[in-house]
């Protein structure tokens, strides 16, 4: 993904349970790592995008997500979201305007994440994330069954020590791909 700077290292795996596989990478010009997480679903792949793309229903399955909501869709294949991330205490919370966006490539669809600085004006209590890469990926490999890419990398701005964001790098996106797949294979 363009933007993210010079990889340092391979992938690294930190976790690999229940079918999730959750990598972790250091990467120039970022104070934290990034994350890579894996796993397969079982669900259409239309269900998968339209999830996704739902800003409004991320707290019901992405970790520390306190609030979310799609501000505007820009057409089929663009939605601007904005999100509170709920941070441990005694740390502010973080929010972000963010815009997702839809493309394909072979039997490939992919879910573009990156943020937006000055669509909306910041709120004194949340410190506002202003530089993010990403991307959901999601390849059918047969009817209904479906390989699940999370790739993404945020600065969490703010006094947040790198060494303590890294420590929850792990568990956020594996419990999120895990509420996921709940959701989707009910």
Do not use: C, H
Request: no cysteine; charged share 30%; hydrophobic share 35%.
């Amino acid at each position: 993904m363009k933007g993210y700077g010079q990889d340092i290292g391979e992938w690294e795996l930190e976790k690999d349970k229940k079918g999730i596989k959750v990598y972790t990478r250091a990467q120039e010009g970022w104070p934290i790592k990034g994350f890579r997480a894996e796993t397969s679903i079982k669900s259409s792949k239309e269900d998968f995008i339209q999830t996704v793309l739902n800003a409004d229903a991320f707290t019901e399955w992405m970790k520390d997500m306190k609030s979310s909501k799609n501000i505007e869709v820009t057409d089929n294949d663009t939605v601007i979201t904005y999100y509170v991330i709920d941070i441990p205490w005694p740390m502010q919370d973080r929010d972000a305007v963010g815009t997702m966006s839809r493309r394909e490539e072979d039997n490939t669809t992919f879910i573009e994440v990156s943020i937006l600085n000055d669509y909306l004006p910041e709120y004194p209590k949340l410190v506002r994330m202003k530089r993010s890469l990403g991307y959901w990926s999601v390849t059918e490999t047969s009817e209904n069954n479906l390989d699940i890419v999370y790739q993404f990398i945020a600065d969490p701005e703010g006094n947040v020590p790198g060494w303590i964001a890294n420590l929850f790098l792990v568990d956020g996106p594996y419990e999120t791909l895990a509420n996921l797949r709940d959701r989707l294979e009910q």
